[in-house]
């Protein structure tokens, strides 16, 4: 009775916490996303389905979503891949490993507006660094950004910023696997890509599903970098769920239209992530 | 024995404690009793505004010492790249320091540039019931938002109270700030004027006629295109300027009161003519607003379509003009209509004015022909009552005499309609008609459908 007491004791605040800060507003969320709510005004009116009518009829939603996956795609190439050979890679090394490790963090520690913005002078049509490149090697300036190329464009820096982070993830995984495999898999003659294949990655299977599910849920989170760089557009072609939400909300001032968006990220994010843990998970076998 | 003298420290212990709370409590009792005079006497003076303004400093100042203490939130526009920050800030440096008393919290934010800080801070300040004490915000349509939430002040009663003060804002200019009901929800302030900048020195240089007409316009593209001039710095992004100039060219005054009217597709129509000349930067997709400035200011673009609020980064360049955009051909504008208004002024929240009159006193201040004269010197029109600031720039000169050659001024109609419509048509509306993949006529009805919901 005693050791209940202080069970619900100790997990009150976070309790609260959680209520206050995303049970709430998640109701109050899915509440507002029937209603008609414009301007942020304290005055609301019920609109039943009319928010989710106007969202499946919006080409922009179908954009977002195919963006979505997109960028999904692309991280989950480079940023999965790309950290993964550099950990394995990094991990044989023994004097630069301190210094690569660093190297690799530094751009988390980046805020990703500085990134955006950094990207976006690169990619600017007047003064931007890519065209000032191309000139000096006699080419013309080009418009970078543009309907085709948007969401690609801004998929980039975002891949170059958390490679870093999930290289750590890795480096950490693999530092727990007992060095008597991989000395006695060396006695036997195994190559360095045969270890990595045989031994490094089916280790850390465990570490690679958190970091597929961190790479597919952080599609989902990506907001800033879009913002910075195209906001969104041109003609909405870089628009993600997270930043037409934005829009609808912080520019159209359309609660109840940003709610249901809202809901609809909610909902699309959960089904990914548990069809992820689904697939990735290892089946239980007897 | 020792525990006697334990128990002898625990009462010690405890008298102690006793006897400092007792003392605190007490402490707190007299400056509690302190406070309340004062809250009652300010409540006094706030039950009776005609015992208080500029004639009360004046005559008695030591009357007003107990308005000369407290903090007041305020939120404008004045931040960032905005151009009356630098004096705003000079403004409430100078108050403060003639009313040590009295701190401003500035909590001002900007709202032109890629990111519209100032309305998001405004309406999630009025959303959570947290108001500022003071805040500079738009009227026409956008007054709706804080008229609903029914945190602010009518300050007719004020203005009543305090004539000296009063008889210094211009009635026409007040108008803006009205409702229907006749509740003076705000008091316009700094009023705008929108037109058509163009570098003198490109056109004299190319020997082209000035943009007076829209034929001038016309016949001018080619050459600056042919001469890697951008004709037009505009920004597809946010092309809202030129976008209200060309309706009010095609429509005139009256037409641009029938919102998101098919008579407006002419002007939409204009706007992609243009751009499948080459009449805008290469870019203008994902230009922002002050790419835009920066190009025209370089003299890398003829001309620019834009407000008052620029006048200060071009004035010192004595080859910029401004007029007011030609009329489209067959279209009802041209030099007799300008597009101007007051779009903007100051709200007062209730708990303010109940809490005490230092909030006013400051808006008297802000609104004093004082302050007015520096706050225009750097640009806009003023709906108070003040010296004109000297030595004006030929771009000043030019945008006087635009607004003295029209006879009928009209507000920007994006104030006039609900948001979402009008960026449904703007942003990125122009966008889609600009590259042909809807017709004018389509986001017109789209637009006209949001803002009937």
Redesign the interface.
């Known amino acids: 009775m005693k050791s209940k007491k202080y069970f619900y004791l100790f997990l009150a605040p976070a309790g609260v916490f959680i209520l206050t800060f995303l049970i709430y507003p998640l109701f109050r969320t899915i509440y507002y996303s029937f209603t008609s709510w414009k301007n942020f005004s304290p005055k609301q009116s019920f609109a039943g389905l009319s928010n989710y009518n106007r969202l499946i009829h919006d080409p922009v939603i179908l954009v977002s979503f195919r963006n979505t996956f997109i960028m999904m795609a692309g991280v989950f190439l480079f940023q999965v891949g790309v950290s993964l050979l550099l950990a394995i890679l990094v991990s044989k090394t023994k004097k630069m490993f301190k210094f690569l490790r660093t190297v690799y963090f530094i751009p988390i520690l980046i805020s990703a507006t500085a990134i955006g913005l950094m990207f976006r002078l690169i990619y600017g049509y007047e003064y931007g660094l890519l065209n000032l490149i191309f000139q000096w090697f006699g080419g013309e300036k080009q418009v970078w950004i543009n309907e085709k190329t948007s969401i690609f464009l801004v998929t980039i820096p975002i891949m170059w910023q958390y490679v870093g982070f999930y290289f750590v993830i890795f480096l950490t995984g693999m530092s727990k696997i007992p060095g008597e495999i991989s000395e006695s898999a060396k006695l036997d003659g195994i190559s360095s890509f045969q270890e990595a294949i045989y031994i490094t990655i089916p280790m850390i299977r465990d570490v690679i599903v958190s970091v597929v599910i961190l790479v597919i849920s952080g599609c989902f989170k990506v907001f800033d970098m879009v913002y910075v760089i195209t906001g969104g557009g041109p003609m909405n072609s870089s628009e993600l769920l997270s930043t037409y939400m934005y829009s609808a909300a912080f520019r159209n001032y359309n609660g109840g239209y940003a709610s249901a968006i809202a809901i609809v990220m909610v909902a699309f994010g959960v089904l990914l992530s548990a069809i992820t843990r689904r697939i990735l998970e290892p089946k239980e076998t007897y | 024995m020792k525990k006697e003298m334990k128990k002898f420290l625990a009462a010690a212990l405890i008298c102690a404690m006793s006897i400092g709370l007792l003392s605190g409590c007490a402490g707190k009792s007299d400056s509690g009793s302190g406070e309340s005079a004062d809250a009652s006497k300010t409540q006094e003076e706030a039950s009776a505004p005609e015992q208080t303004g500029s004639a009360a400093e004046q005559q008695a100042p030591e009357e007003t010492q107990a308005d000369d203490e407290g903090t007041i939130r305020v939120v404008t526009f004045f931040a960032g790249s905005d151009q009356w920050a630098p004096v705003y800030k000079e403004v409430i440096d100078d108050y403060m320091a003639a009313h040590p008393g009295v701190t401003i919290v500035d909590e001002s934010q900007p709202t032109s540039g890629?990111q519209?800080l100032f309305?998001?801070k405004i309406?999630?300040d009025?959303?959570a019931k947290t108001p500022p004490d003071l805040m500079l915000y738009y009227n026409g349509e956008?007054s709706?938002?804080p008229l609903?939430?029914?945190l602010f002040v009518d300050l007719k009663p004020y203005m009543d109270a305090d004539p000296q003060w009063s008889a210094n804002l211009k009635e026409g200019a007040m108008e803006a700030g009205r409702s229907e009901d006749g509740m003076q929800y705000c008091i316009p302030y700094i009023g705008y004027f929108e037109g058509m900048f163009y570098n003198k020195e490109l056109f004299d240089k190319y020997d082209l006629a000035e943009p007076t007409s829209w034929e001038n316009i016309e016949a001018c593209i080619d050459t600056f295109v042919e001469n890697d001039i951008v004709p037009f710095a505009t920004s597809?992004?946010k092309p809202s300027y030129m976008v209200e100039q060309l309706i009010l060219a095609q429509v005139g005054a009256e037409g641009q009161k029938d919102y998101f009217d098919d008579s407006w597709a002419p002007a939409l129509a204009a706007m992609k003519d243009l751009y499948d000349k080459g009449a805008f930067?290469?870019?203008c997709?994902?230009?922002t607003e002050d790419?835009i400035r920066v190009?025209f200011a370089d003299g890398?673009a003829a001309m620019m379509i834009n407000g008052s609020w620029t006048v200060a980064g071009l004035k010192d360049n004595e080859n910029m003009r401004m007029i007011t955009m030609p009329a489209l051909p067959g279209g009802k504008g041209g030099s007799d209509v300008a597009l101007s208004g007051f779009g903007s002024g100051w709200y007062m929240s209730k708990e303010a004015a109940e809490r005490d009159d230092v909030t006013l006193h400051f808006l008297k201040y802000m609104t004093s022909p004082e302050v007015m004269t520096r706050m225009i010197a750097v640009g806009g029109s003023s709906a108070i009552t003040c010296d004109a600031p000297e030595g004006a720039s030929p771009l000043e000169v030019s945008a006087n005499e635009m607004l003295n050659t029209a006879t009928k001024f009209v507000p920007a109609c994006d104030s006039q309609v609900?948001?979402?419509a009008w960026?449904?048509m703007t942003?990125?509306g122009i966008?889609?008609i600009a590259?042909g993949?809807t017709s004018p006529e389509e986001i017109l009805a789209q637009s006209r459908s949001l803002n009937e919901?």
């Open positions: 890629t519209d309305r998001t309406q999630s009025v959303a956008e709706k938002m609903d939430s029914e597809l992004m930067p290469a870019d997709m994902t230009m790419d190009l890398k609900v948001r979402e960026l449904n942003e990125p966008q889609y590259t993949q919901e």
